[in-house]
């Protein structure tokens, strides 16, 4: 296989892990391990980025702020199927309420949604709605664009950094064969992003970012010896969030 072909391959996946959007032009290689997609989630993150900044620009010229942004963050979470919403919900639910690791570990595999998840997703999403409606407008291109990207940096980070906390599931398979240098063309993929849209400010974004995952990766440390397909999509939604917050500040 060329490098190009397992380029396309490696991106198809991530693209296909991440999104709800089919690239019917590229074919599925089941034999290559996931982990090799992980070098462009920020790739992903930018296409889902430019997709948010166009019906962004479109939703806030045709509508009041406030229902500009509740329906930006409908088509926000809609482009993923809710992948990390889920994700936060269920590490809301076993990472909060005091538990032993192994109770832990249950909690998160069952798709039922517990108090703590219900009540931490109403509070994400309230404040990711008032920070998108907060958002001054030069930046509802650029970093729409830029937050995409580095949150799911934040993620292929982690996922090297961080040991895992079982050896089944969603995070085995997401992390079969992956290692520093995925996370190195992901970092100047992401690098390339922020610095050519919003200059230093990106870089001021890519340490909030690394802050953040950092917080998160810790918290499930300290609770469950490691990371889960749920904490990373915890990541996800929490980096973004955050760095949704950090440019709605005046």
Same mark, same amino acid.
């Given at each position: 296989?060329?490098? &190009?072909s397992g380029?396309?391959?490696d +991106?198809?996946?991530? /693209?296909r892990?991440l @999104?709800?959007?089919?690239?019917?032009?590229? *074919?599925?290689d $089941?034999q290559?391990?996931?982990?090799?997609?992980?070098?462009? =989630?920020?790739?992903v993150g930018?296409g889902?980025?430019?997709?948010?900044a166009g019906?962004?620009?479109?939703?806030?010229f045709?509508f009041?702020v406030?229902?500009?942004?509740?329906?930006?963050l409908?088509?926000?979470?809609g482009?993923?199927?809710l992948l990390h919403?889920?994700? +936060?919900m269920?590490s809301?639910?076993?990472?909060l309420?005091?538990?032993?690791?192994?109770?832990r570990?249950? &909690?998160?595999?069952?798709?039922?949604v %517990?108090? +703590?998840?219900?009540?931490?997703?109403g509070?994400?999403l309230?404040v990711?709605f008032?920070?998108?409606?907060? !958002?001054?407008?030069?930046y509802?291109?650029t970093? !729409? &664009?830029?937050i995409?990207?580095? #949150?799911?940096?934040a993620v292929? /980070?982690?996922?090297?950094r =961080? *040991?895992?906390a079982?050896r089944?599931g969603? $995070?085995?398979f997401?992390s079969a064969?992956?290692?520093w *240098?995925?996370?190195?063309? #992901? $970092?100047?993929?992401?690098l390339a992003a922020?610095l050519?849209?919003?200059?230093?400010?990106?870089?001021l974004?890519?340490?909030?970012?690394?802050?953040a995952?950092?917080l998160?990766?810790?918290?499930?440390?300290?609770r &469950? #010896?490691?990371?889960? %397909?749920?904490? =990373?999509?915890?990541i996800?939604?929490?980096?973004? @969030?955050?760095?949704?917050?950090?440019? $709605?500040?005046r």
């Open positions: 296989m060329s490098l &190009i380029i396309l391959l +991106f198809a996946l991530a /693209w892990l @999104t709800v959007i089919p690239l019917p032009f590229v *074919p599925a $089941s290559r391990p996931a982990g090799l997609a992980a070098a462009y =989630y920020p790739l930018l889902l980025g430019l997709l948010l019906a962004g620009w479109l939703l806030f045709l009041p406030g229902l500009a942004a509740a329906l930006l409908a088509f926000w979470a482009l993923t199927g919403l889920d994700g +936060f269920d809301c639910d076993g990472l309420p005091p538990r032993d690791p192994a109770r570990l249950e &909690i998160m595999k069952d798709s039922r %517990g108090a +703590f998840g219900a009540i931490g997703a509070l994400l309230l990711k008032n920070a998108l409606a907060a !958002l001054p407008a030069e509802r291109l970093g !729409l &664009i830029v995409p990207a580095l #949150a799911r940096w292929t /980070w982690a996922m090297v =961080y *040991p895992l079982r089944e969603t $995070s085995v997401f064969g992956l290692g *240098p995925q996370v190195g063309v #992901a $970092s100047v993929v992401a922020v050519g849209l919003l200059g230093w400010l990106g870089l974004l890519g340490g909030v970012a690394w802050l995952l950092t998160i990766a810790a918290l499930a440390m300290a &469950i #010896a490691g990371l889960t %397909g749920d904490v =990373y999509g915890a996800c939604e929490t980096v973004e @969030t955050v760095l949704l917050v950090v440019l $709605s500040l």
